[in-house]
């Protein structure tokens, strides 16, 4: 504990040292968060120094061995960073699908040479990773997909489209989930990895409720993968794919940290200065169901470090926590009255609010729906039969 | 501190799994009392194994004789009990009156704690007054009268007091009503002259009083901390008794779960076991997901309480919130899974849907605590 403690006040002492001020505000928008990969920005001087001492530190990864960009800190010592980052209020350094997702992926089935290159350049936010798996008729039904590798010896020639590759526009290079035997569905895909400027790679935007585009299309027209790029085994590529899946379920969940889901009802009053009852006993509620649930995250969490967690539980996880978000926005739009119709206004920050209430009713679509959710807890936690 | 059971914790969680199955198994204990038409609900035999598997003294300091342990290892237990619906005094004497006796004076621990040790005594609490739990008013008075003090008032749903050797009453010695100062805890013996209680037994078994105080005269020695300070007693009296019920409720909830998983298992109709169509699996899985966060939070509320965390009161209202609404979906959603057998006295689970609707109600409903939320956040 002696140890713990010293941890404690160094983190604290190092934050205090190197966490601007402008780093502890809120996210409020896209722009506040940080992505990295080569097209990337800084939006200010505080956001690079931050994220800058955070690579020294290997605190953009922080449980990650160090030889792979990480600072190596065991369970105990993640969880500190973490509550003492939340206490100040601090804005994660550096935001990607590289660190929630391929990753893990690539720290429990990737080579050492894998590891060393990949994750040293995710930890450092150099590469900007994107998502290749839902296809226009894989959806749900995700080991339908039918983007194809044709095997050409040294290399395969893919052919196929991806859809809802978030910021796939933004992004240098995709892992992506291809077909690489017709006749085995399960063990017939392989998990690649190539540079999204392969020639015959092209997205295109699609434009959402929301009026915004973070999702694309993405087509492959003849696109030349070598063959060493690929994440375990060749035709094992599910395997990859659900494991990976169960990170992105915890990452939607929003129990990777942060206080996504506290309490509103506080903050409503303060924003409309008034609450009428029936309203304010649905916050009142709400804020019950989101404070219970942020101790399921830091339970959830705990019992992960340790092996404890069912391996199945990020579905409930996600399932609970995007349901919840979404009834937040509800709940937001209802406490915002007219104001929060507003598509365009500088007042509303250019429609915000009804922007971000449109945009969570994607949570419990992507990444698994919550009846897929169920379904799996129904199969795998609850063992019903046929399910 | 992570939020699972550690070793010596997971160990206390074994024993009592194991014993409160077999003693305290709902046709050994709470069958078995309702049926014989038991006076007090519950049995004196098993109150004793509490006091020799040392239950009895979990929230008793060392040096009191007691176990010295918090609400965490209270809630094992008490978890054990709610999933074997097993009638005990245990939340009314060893959480309850245990937590305020440990604030009162060395007369009066050496009084009364002796005997919830071993478990001869049976302690309950008198808060209530009316229908619903609102002690944020008490009217029930007491006056100065020489040394000591005279109550009068009225009580209602006091869980065990007619079975009680002791009775804990909270009573105003100054202010109005709903002053939060003026309050003082009294341990009142059960044969004090102006004391009667009328007992009622309850949908679930139990049996509850209402209790009139026509001029009971204390001794000074009565009073359980500091005379017109009462309220901080009851506060932490309050907090451990609504943390132990939730976590009494959790294993209400789990045993209800448990029970309809199980028949969604074995139960055929139109050639196919019940548990293969999706629209029970989700409903089971939507339950199970609810059971999985109360439980989460009511861990938080005990540790909280247990660090004596500023948190901690927050806590325990959102675990008991978010509780009782969950164990309510778990024993709703049970009888309806079960069909027609749920309806029946014959099974189980229309006695957890018994149980929930009492143990919901002690120390304040779902709704009470979903206020107290908006309340403590400041709207």
Redesign the interface.
């Known amino acids: 504990m002696a140890d713990l403690d010293a941890f404690r006040s160094e983190t604290r002492a190092w934050l205090e040292a190197n966490c601007p001020a402008e780093m502890r505000e809120p996210v409020r928008d896209e722009d506040d968060v940080y992505w990295g990969g080569r097209k990337a920005t800084f939006k200010s001087a505080a956001q690079k120094s931050w994220f800058e001492a955070c690579v020294a530190k290997g605190y953009t990864v922080p449980a990650w061995p160090k030889a792979y960009g990480g600072a190596g800190l065991d369970a105990a010592e993640a969880k500190i960073l973490r509550e003492e980052m939340s206490r100040i209020g601090a804005r994660p350094p550096l935001s990607s699908f590289g660190i929630w997702m391929l990753g893990p992926a690539l720290l429990k089935f990737g080579t050492e040479e894998q590891k060393v290159k990949y994750l040293n350049e995710i930890a450092r936010g150099e590469i900007r990773w994107c998502q290749g798996y839902s296809e226009p008729g894989a959806g749900s039904d995700l080991v339908s997909m039918q983007t194809f590798g044709d095997d050409q010896g040294d290399h395969w020639v893919v052919n196929g489209q991806k859809i809802w590759t978030s910021y796939a526009d933004a992004a240098d290079w995709i892992f992506c989930l291809v077909r690489t035997d017709k006749t085995n569905k399960y063990q017939g895909i392989t998990f690649m990895l190539f540079d999204m400027e392969t020639p015959g790679v092209s997205t295109k935007p699609i434009l959402l409720i929301s009026g915004n585009s973070p999702f694309c299309e993405t087509f492959f027209d003849d696109v030349k993968v070598p063959k060493d790029q690929f994440v375990g085994e060749i035709n094992r590529g599910w395997d990859v794919a659900k494991y990976l899946l169960g990170h992105e379920r915890e990452m939607i969940s929003g129990a990777g940290g942060g206080d996504r889901n506290s309490a509103i009802g506080a903050a409503m009053l303060r924003h409309s200065g008034t609450l009428d009852p029936i309203l304010r006993a649905e916050l009142a509620m709400f804020d019950v169901d989101a404070l219970a649930y942020n101790c399921m995250g830091e339970r959830f969490l705990d019992e992960i470090k340790v092996g404890k967690a069912h391996p199945a539980q990020p579905n409930m996880m996600k399932y609970a926590g995007t349901e919840l978000n979404k009834r937040r926005h509800e709940l937001m739009m209802a406490a915002g009255g007219s104001r929060s119709l507003e598509w365009d206004s500088e007042e509303t920050g250019g429609g915000k609010p009804s922007r971000n209430w449109l945009r969570t009713k994607a949570n419990s679509i992507e990444g698994g729906t919550s009846e897929v959710m169920l379904n799996v807890i129904s199969k795998r936690i609850l063992d019903l039969p046929g399910a | 501190m992570?939020?699972?059971h550690d070793d010596d914790q997971a160990m206390l969680a074994d024993s009592a799994r194991q014993f409160m199955a077999e003693e305290g198994a709902i046709n050994k204990q709470l069958r078995h009392w309702r049926d014989k038409g038991c006076k007090d609900g519950f049995g004196h035999e098993l109150w004793k194994q509490f006091g020799e598997m040392g239950f009895t003294g979990i929230l008793v300091a060392e040096d009191d004789g007691g176990l010295g342990l918090g609400n965490v290892e209270a809630g094992i237990v008490l978890e054990e009990i709610g999933r074997n619906l097993t009638p005990s005094p245990f939340l009314t004497s060893s959480v309850l009156a245990a937590t305020a006796l440990a604030q009162g004076s060395d007369d009066l621990r050496g009084r009364y704690l002796p005997g919830l040790l071993t478990g001869d005594s049976v302690f309950a609490v008198a808060i209530d007054e009316g229908a619903k739990h609102h002690p944020e008013a008490i009217k029930t008075k007491a006056e100065k009268s020489g040394n000591g003090f005279k109550l009068s008032g009225k009580k209602d749903f006091v869980i065990h007091g007619a079975s009680a050797d002791m009775i804990i009453v909270a009573a105003r010695t100054s202010g109005g009503d709903s002053d939060a100062d003026g309050l003082t805890l009294f341990a009142v013996p059960k044969d004090a002259a102006g004391l009667s209680q009328d007992a009622v037994k309850l949908v679930d078994s139990s049996v509850a009083t209402h209790m009139t105080l026509d001029g009971v005269a204390l001794a000074g020695d009565a009073v359980i901390g500091e005379v017109d300070g009462g309220r901080a007693v009851l506060n932490r009296m309050l907090n451990a008794g609504r943390i132990g019920a939730a976590a009494e409720g959790i294993g209400v909830a789990r045993g209800a779960m448990d029970m309809t998983?199980d028949y969604?298992?074995q139960r055929k109709q139109f050639g196919?076991?019940i548990?293969?169509f999706?629209a029970l699996?989700?409903r089971?899985?939507?339950l199970?997901?609810?059971v999985?966060?109360?439980r989460?939070?009511v861990?938080?509320a005990q540790q909280l309480l247990d660090a004596g965390s500023q948190k901690a009161e927050?806590?325990v209202s959102?675990?008991k919130?978010?509780v009782g609404?969950t164990a309510n979906l778990a024993v709703r959603e049970g009888v309806q899974m079960h069909g027609g057998i749920g309806m029946t006295d014959e099974y189980d689970i229309g006695l957890y849907m018994k149980r929930d609707r009492a143990l919901s109600e002690f120390l304040g409903d779902a709704n009470y605590?979903?206020?107290r939320?908006?309340q403590l956040?400041?709207?």
């Open positions: 992570p939020l699972y998983v969604l298992k196919k076991l548990g293969e999706q699996q989700h089971a899985s939507h199970y997901s609810e999985e966060i109360a989460a939070a861990i938080k927050l806590m959102v675990a919130a978010k609404r605590h979903t206020e939320v908006a956040n400041g709207y």
